[in-house]
């Protein structure tokens, strides 16, 4: 018979991860090289029994469930292949406006797939959609495919940084199930409430983006929660981001220098350190900006908003912690095999000269990461759900990467279950991009519009040559465009006859050039259409019988 | 004893769980487990309950959430194979009416 705690792991896991998500238990824990070594070293220092779960096929995940004994602790392969893919914007030395536009795609790819599972399914959808189009930025570069990727992580050679990309999210993950995490830190310690609280106030006071109002209810929110401000959770953070740099920097040195007799490079240590919370800060401002960007009413999507606002603070202030524990530990370490004095000094110096190395890089990933948020969360003058799929129908003609992008979106979302009407639209036109794609139920606007029809099937819209030029009118009123055509539609040729044809207009498509949606060869046709001023003043002219070029 | 044979999942904010999970817990033969689910950042994405109950217990629990779906501090719930996301109230009452004409199926 199946224990009960077996059976409510598994059915919290899927609750969790979306009921047809692929999770499984690493009972061999052997999904990279030397898996076994780190999790011995983890599980020695927490002393807490936990089992580690891998998904498959789900948007990046990295949790724990600590209500359960032993905790599980889950991880998705597409966590491990954006930590790495995200790493390598640090490495390549890419030029800026490319590393920009990437980072932007590959957020908005992100939130696309955390609003599809935590978030606005159609908003899921138009993000998604906007990350892959070629009509704006440098081009999709073929960056976040991770066909072989996963083969990569697991085949590369052991180095300080594979260690780190493999390890560095379950070890922090294990770090919330530390003992540390129950202690009481005692006054003056730097974990204690009233040291946090000073130190967060004063950090707070540089902050040049925020009011004073903000300033007051950040401060509030630091000393009640919930925020990413509020000292408990910044402390269990900071142990977890502890603990995981500590056993990080224990196994790499053994797994390398003992293992693999090869050297250990401090300098490619620090690095890592340096680089994986930038990481951990896109991937949580992504799901953030999901979260925002589906809220249902402004003051929830207010309170993320200061939250993201305060959010690099949260981050600086863990790198912080993490840095100095981490140059106490190695200084220590190093004390043991070399007479070097002043070993902390030179390893904060070593700190700062990798910071300042990659500070470019940081500065164009933030960059690409806030027109990420910006298309998310400011609506205005962005494009509109259904235009932007068009879009993407029309280059998918001789686009293949956006196509395998989109099959493996929609994988995803089949996966974890979802559906909705742009979800339909975007696999309607993966099937056939021909096919012009259908009404927006909610936002495209409908016409009809007089149609000429000849022996082999439609011509052209009719429309009529006025002193303004050829004026084709759309209506929305069915009644007033069966007064005006009925009459013209008899009076055409024989052989030939005007129909009435529905056009939708997007509504943030050109205004007056309209793209006619159920025509074979996408013709595009200036409406003039009711409801407008100038739709008024011709019928006025029209109805005086002074429109025609002969009476002006 | 009567045997708990029904697994029951919810989805939640802290508070609406563990008041759940009290009802839950003074059910005859009910077992149960909560657990946040802590994510890489910190934050707490949403606090799961799962439990065993008698398939008697069922209607009266549910009656007993009905009152956070009112509130939209359930997100999710399951019962058995049975499983809706953001419910209403409308629909526990619909899963009540289903959990009972199975119920009375098995009689």
Not at chain 1, 74 to 100: D, G, H, K, Q
Not at chain 1, 107 to 128: K, P
Not at chain 1, 166 to 182: K, N, P, R
Not at chain 2, 66 to 83: E, S, T
Request: one cysteine or more; glycine letters at 6%; charged letters at 25%.
């Amino acid at each position: 018979m199946v224990d009960f705690q077996e059976l409510a792991i598994q059915e919290a896991l899927r609750s969790a991860l979306g009921g047809r998500a692929l999770f499984w238990h690493d009972s061999n824990t052997n999904r990279f090289p030397n898996m076994k070594f780190v999790l011995d070293e983890a599980a020695r220092q927490i002393r807490s029994p936990f089992s580690v779960y891998w998904v498959e096929g789900s948007p990046p995940e990295a949790f724990c469930l600590p209500g359960f004994s032993p905790s599980p602790v889950v991880l998705s392969t597409r966590y491990l292949l954006l930590s790495a893919f995200l790493r390598n914007l640090w490495m390549e030395e890419r030029e800026i406006e490319i590393l920009v536009d990437v980072t932007e795609r590959t957020a908005l790819q992100v939130i696309a797939e955390m609003a599809l599972h935590h978030g606005d399914r159609e908003f899921a959808v138009f993000a998604f959609v906007k990350s892959v189009i070629r009509n704006t930025g440098i081009g999709l570069v073929n960056w976040l495919s991770h066909a072989g990727l996963d083969r990569t992580l697991s085949d590369a050679p052991v180095t300080e940084a594979s260690i780190a990309v493999s390890f560095y999210g379950l070890l922090h993950e294990l770090g919330h199930l530390h003992s540390e995490q129950m202690r009481q830190h005692p006054e003056g310690h730097f974990l204690s409430d009233p040291v946090m609280l000073d130190d967060i106030m004063e950090n707070l006071n540089k902050l040049p983006w925020l009011d004073s109002v903000k300033k007051h209810e950040a401060i509030e929110k630091a000393k009640q929660g919930p925020s990413v401000l509020a000292t408990s959770r910044l402390r269990s953070e900071s142990i977890a981001d502890v603990f995981a740099a500590n056993v990080l920097f224990k196994t790499s040195f053994e797994i390398i220098q003992t293992i693999n007799q090869q050297r250990f490079d401090l300098q490619k240590f620090i690095r890592e350190i340096v680089i994986l919370p930038e990481i951990v800060h896109f991937i949580d401002t992504c799901r953030r900006t999901a979260s925002a960007a589906s809220m249902e009413t402004t003051k929830a999507a207010r309170d993320v908003l200061l939250e993201s606002a305060v959010y690099p603070l949260a981050i600086s202030y863990r790198a912080s912690i993490q840095r100095n524990s981490v140059a106490s530990m190695i200084a220590t370490y190093l004390a043991d095999v070399s007479p070097i004095s002043n070993k902390y000094e030179s390893i904060q110096k070593l700190f700062d000269k990798i910071s300042e190395h990659y500070s470019k890089a940081t500065e164009a990933v933030d960059r690409g990461l806030a027109e990420a948020i910006k298309f998310c969360l400011v609506a205005e003058g962005r494009e509109n759900h259904w235009t932007l799929v068009d879009v993407f129908r029309k280059e998918l003609r001789d686009f293949k990467t956006g196509l395998l992008e989109a099959q493996r979106f929609c994988k995803m979302a089949d996966e974890l279950g979802v559906e909705g009407e742009l979800l339909q639209a975007l696999m309607g036109v993966m099937h056939d991009p021909r096919k012009p794609l259908g009404a927006d139920p909610i936002s495209d606007l409908m016409y009809y519009v007089p149609w000429l029809h000849g022996p082999n099937g439609p011509i052209c819209p009719f429309g009529l040559d006025t002193k303004y030029g050829h004026v084709v009118f759309g209506f929305h009123t069915e009644k007033l465009y069966d007064a005006l055509f009925q009459r013209s539609a008899e009076m055409v040729k024989a052989g030939f006859k005007i129909e009435k044809t529905v056009l939708y207009h997007r509504r943030n498509a050109l205004p007056g050039s309209i793209q006619v949606e159920n025509m074979p060869d996408e013709q595009s046709v200036g409406l003039i259409v009711e409801g407008s001023e100038v739709f008024s003043r011709y019928m006025k002219e029209l109805a005086d019988n002074t429109i025609w070029e002969n009476n002006s | 004893m009567e045997q708990a044979d029904k697994i029951i999942v919810v989805q939640g904010t802290r508070q609406a769980m563990e008041a759940i999970r009290k009802t839950i817990d003074a059910q005859r033969g009910g077992e149960s487990v909560l657990t946040e689910r802590k994510d890489i950042d910190g934050d707490t994405a949403a606090w799961i309950l799962v439990a065993n109950l008698t398939a008697q217990a069922i209607p009266h629990v549910l009656s007993f959430i009905k009152a956070y779906v009112a509130m939209r501090h359930v997100k999710k719930i399951k019962v058995g194979d049975l499983q809706i996301e953001n419910p209403t109230e409308q629909d526990l009452e619909i899963f009540r009416k289903r959990i009972r004409s199975i119920a009375a199926k098995k009689k």
